[in-house]
């Protein structure tokens, strides 16, 4: 498979969501990071750190639903009647 049709397989949009989401998950890394760092965890409520996981995983598998259960032929097929309209008059 060419890089630009695996491209258009996943919406660009949910692809720098679960990348962004990724990287928010070690510690540390940014300010961004959920964690300052590994130790950055309630002694008495470590099961909090996992909460925000959790979030991002709800979130990521409804963003990606449509992924599962659409019929994707025929989705491809009218993006890609719009892109050759789009393409033949640029905005």
Request: hydrophobic content about 45%.
């Amino acid at each position: 498979m060419e890089p630009v049709a695996a491209f258009e397989l996943l919406p660009s949009e949910m692809w720098y969501h679960t990348l962004a989401a990724i990287i928010r998950l070690f510690p540390g890394i940014g300010p961004d990071s959920y964690c300052k760092d590994f130790g950055d965890a309630p002694a008495l409520a470590l099961e909090v750190i996992s909460t925000n996981r959790l979030k991002i995983s709800r979130s990521c598998s409804f963003r990606s639903r449509s992924l599962v259960v659409i019929d994707w032929n025929a989705n491809r097929e009218v993006h890609s009647a719009i892109r050759d309209v789009l393409d033949r008059h640029p905005a």
